[in-house]
DNA sequence: TACCGCATGTAAACGGTTACATGATTAC
DNA sequence: GTAATCATGTAACCGTTTACATGCGGTA
């Protein structure tokens, strides 16, 4: 039940889509950094090398004249089956707002199913967290506190009515088919 | 500019309230699994460990019938010192959620002009991030992220008028003060 | 008998950042 | 001449989890 956005499996998505450098890699990470700092080369680099070691990515050089070689990584069959794994695995409770975005990133890329399976799944923690906290609430707890599960609260609200939203749009698609 | 959420300083604001063994806090901790999963006795303790070494809290060992010694840390001048500079150091840029409230919940304890620092502070962040998310959404993107990105703005919006609703009322409170 | 709560601790492993090294090309 | 972009990589360090060890008392 351990769940955090890991660095293989953020390049696997990202793979699923074109073969690409590491150095392409940190451009497109970088391009998401309203959601996440992107990670550091140092991290990057030997990621892809354990990817390849295991066989989920193969790597092919690309010689350029006045720029130094380029590897250009390629993801395999077992690695889109460990990415697809990882994804259809639930997430662990109390998971953050940001790894579920990049779950929803990673599933929107893949089809409508895993989308709205991503979406689902959300809505249910999301209510269950609600009620939580609503229950801590009831507790005697410090100002701060207070103020927080009241932030909580308030977030939580306002993700539900999106989730609803959105998964009232999308059935409303498939019944259209 | 690092800036999560770091056992030490959580452990010096629960000291803040009252001096505990590393069993209390442990307990403490649990009590807020809503906003985190509360970090495991094998970081709890070195941390103790290593605050006690640089002057931060004080022990006494309190011997028990029937039970094991506890040892009871108190927090130093020292240590309030520098709980409150980390307070008021200013949160890194698109930090998240969980590190804000954190610190929501450690600036509520201490007094209310610590509390409208935060809440002020985060306003100023959502507002920029909410910019850099609409402005990420005309950029042409997956169906995935486009989603996100909505679910991102979404959110935000939430957030600034719950931040809105409560600086309005705080400094309502401070004029008929 | 077997596990849970109390209470402390250590060692190995993991996943990441920071800082460094290399070396060529282009832009100010 | 100084910095930035391209492109890859390693080593030291940091903070954390996981798994272990100890030992006693109460409970199912």
Known sequence: MANTINIRQLILGFLTQQPMSGYDIKRFLK???????????????????TLLKDGHVTVEIVPQQDKPRRKIYTITDKGSET????????AASGVSLKAFLMRLILAGNLSEAHLTAQL?????QVSAHLQRTADALQ???????????????????AELAWLDNV???LSKDTEDT
């Open 31 to 49: 391009g998401l950094s309203w959601l996440i700092d992107s990670p550091s080369f140092g991290s990057l680099y030997p990621a892809l090398h």
């Open 83 to 90: 990415l697809q794994d990882w994804i259809d695995q639930p």
């Open 120 to 124: 689902k799944q959300r809505r249910t």
């Open 139 to 157: 507790k005697d707890v410090g100002p701060g506190e207070r103020l927080a599960l009241d932030y909580g609260l308030a977030v939580a609200n």
């Open 167 to 169: 998964l009232g749009r």
